[in-house]
């Protein structure tokens, strides 16, 4: 969050609600002090005038100030559309099928010409065929956080930013977990995608290359891989359209730059590398964005050596993971950071995707909105960070491309106590 100084804050949250500019209206050496605090607590009109004005500060954090430190990845990537839709429960999309053209009328049935007594027939009817596709909403979002006075008045009369040191930790644990929960759905639909039984990827979608050292790659089994990209990316830019690297079959007429090439962590510097001294001056012309990942999403996890015992998250009574359940909706077993947890990759034969600009969407109906409720009995304030009726979805008539090792290689687990 941009730093603010109290006063700058006082001053922002009395624009939003009026009630304070009682207090925006004195010194502000004055107004946070100890009595200042007091003031606060008895200002008149208010239930609650410290929670009320922290919920407003929360507000004006939300529309008005900078307050992410986390790398928001998935922009940087390229890859995930995001969609504002604020009406509407579905993204409907329209696609017309090839219309082919057809032999001139004027050249008659034979190609020579009209005749004494042809009749070309400018009635015939001919439809376009039009496929609809509808995708849904299927993600909702909640956090919260529970803050009492006492909590709140260390921040009130300290000296310079303390306001906003307190609206900024929540913020930055709310962004935090907000990425990387998108994060997470990205690569949950991503291993979808690439073992999508409803739209299965073509044979043409799927590229096997002839070797693959999986400790260390040869920088033979490297170069392979950049020509087979080399390869892929003049398909895309020497046709008009491509209906061979999307499982819908549909002509796609995106190019090189619309894509993006996702490999495995530790692959990307071999490239590069490889790149300025064999290719040369092309490296600098490269067509398309290399990305690294830690995987392609979809991990399983297992208990010991074997496959005999998978595990299943489990739930705290308000919905957060806190432990590793042996059946779907069984008691806790485990811990998350038991160190037995073996985590087993179900898309360790692939190296790399190539995937298309909003092949991965999402739909966002609402943004985050902020609401609180106070606890009188309690004496402590509730605020609720909630998303509302949003999307993550699989456009499969934009490319996806799946380059992985030779068939036969195994799929190795590591041990891990991260979910």
Avoid at 170 to 189: A, G, H, P, Q, W
Avoid at 236 to 264: C, E, H, K, T, W
Avoid at 408 to 419: C, V
């Amino acid at each position: 969050m941009s730093k603010l100084t109290n006063a700058q804050f006082l001053t922002a949250v009395s624009k939003a609600a009026p009630e304070f500019k009682e207090l925006a209206s004195k010194n502000a050496r004055d107004v946070f002090t100890e009595a200042g605090f007091q003031s606060l607590q008895n200002l008149p009109g208010t239930e609650d005038a410290v929670t009320r004005f922290y919920n407003v500060a929360l507000l004006v954090g939300l529309q008005t100030v900078e307050h992410a430190r986390f790398k928001d990845v998935l922009a940087s990537i390229g890859i995930l559309e995001r969609l504002r839709m604020s009406m509407g429960a579905y993204k409907q999309e329209n696609r017309v099928r090839r219309i082919k053209n057809v032999n001139p009328a004027w050249l008659g049935s034979d190609g020579t010409g009209l005749k004494n007594g042809d009749s070309v027939d400018p009635y015939k009817v001919r439809k376009p065929e039009i496929d609809q596709n509808y995708y849904g909403l299927n993600w909702n979002y909640q956090n919260f956080i529970s803050l009492q006075d006492f909590d709140l008045k260390l921040g009130w009369i300290t000296p310079d930013n303390g306001i906003q040191s307190i609206v900024s930790a929540v913020y930055e644990m709310i962004d935090l977990d907000r990425l990387e929960t998108e994060f997470s759905k990205f690569f949950t639909v991503l291993s979808g995608a690439i073992n999508s039984t409803a739209h299965p990827l073509l044979d043409t979608q799927q590229i096997t290359l002839a070797s693959w050292t999986e400790a260390a790659p040869t920088d033979a089994e490297i170069k392979s891989l950049i020509e087979v990209l080399k390869n892929i990316v003049e398909v895309f830019d020497s046709q008009p359209s491509v209906d061979i690297y999307n499982a819908g079959a549909y002509p796609n007429g995106a190019d090189a730059s619309d894509m993006v090439m996702l490999v495995r962590n530790g692959i990307k510097s071999k490239i590069d590398t490889l790149m300025a001294y064999v290719f040369g001056p092309d490296y600098l012309q490269f067509p398309i964005k290399v990305k690294s990942v830690p995987n392609f999403g979809g991990m399983l996890y297992y208990f010991g050596d074997t496959d005999d015992y998978p595990l299943f998250p489990h739930y705290d009574d308000l919905g957060a993971v806190d432990g590793w359940a042996l059946s779907e909706g069984g008691a806790k077993e485990k811990e998350l950071d038991d160190p037995a947890i073996r985590q087993v990759d179900p898309n360790a034969d692939v190296i790399a995707v190539i995937a298309q600009k909003g092949v991965i969407f999402e739909l966002i109906q609402n943004e985050m909105k902020v609401r609180t409720i106070f606890n009188p009995r309690g004496e402590y304030q509730n605020t609720f960070f909630n998303e509302m009726n949003n999307g993550i979805n699989y456009n499969h008539y934009k490319n996806l491309i799946t380059i992985s090792k030779p068939a036969g290689g195994t799929k190795t687990g590591k041990t891990s106590g991260k979910n």
